[in-house]
């Protein structure tokens, strides 16, 4: 089995951040990665919602919809 090879995100966060931040500055990028990350999820979210025609009525019938299955001890 190969080992995992880094991702070129994390090569280059690790060229850009080879030095010692602090608390402060750490949670900035934290909060600036996560940040970026949910609106690129809100805008695949938005580009499916467009695609597949669905409104608030599709948001209703997914939240009374029950997907869980029966639980059989046996």
Do not use: C, G
């Amino acid at each position: 089995m190969q080992p995992q090879k880094l991702t070129n995100l994390q090569l280059e966060l690790l060229k850009v951040f080879s030095y010692q931040l602090n608390q402060q500055q750490l949670s900035d990028i934290k909060n600036l990665l996560a940040n970026y990350f949910a609106q690129q999820a809100t805008q695949e979210m938005d580009k499916l919602w467009e695609e597949n025609n669905w409104d608030d009525n599709t948001m209703k019938s997914w939240a009374n919809e029950h997907l869980r299955t029966t639980y059989n001890p046996s």
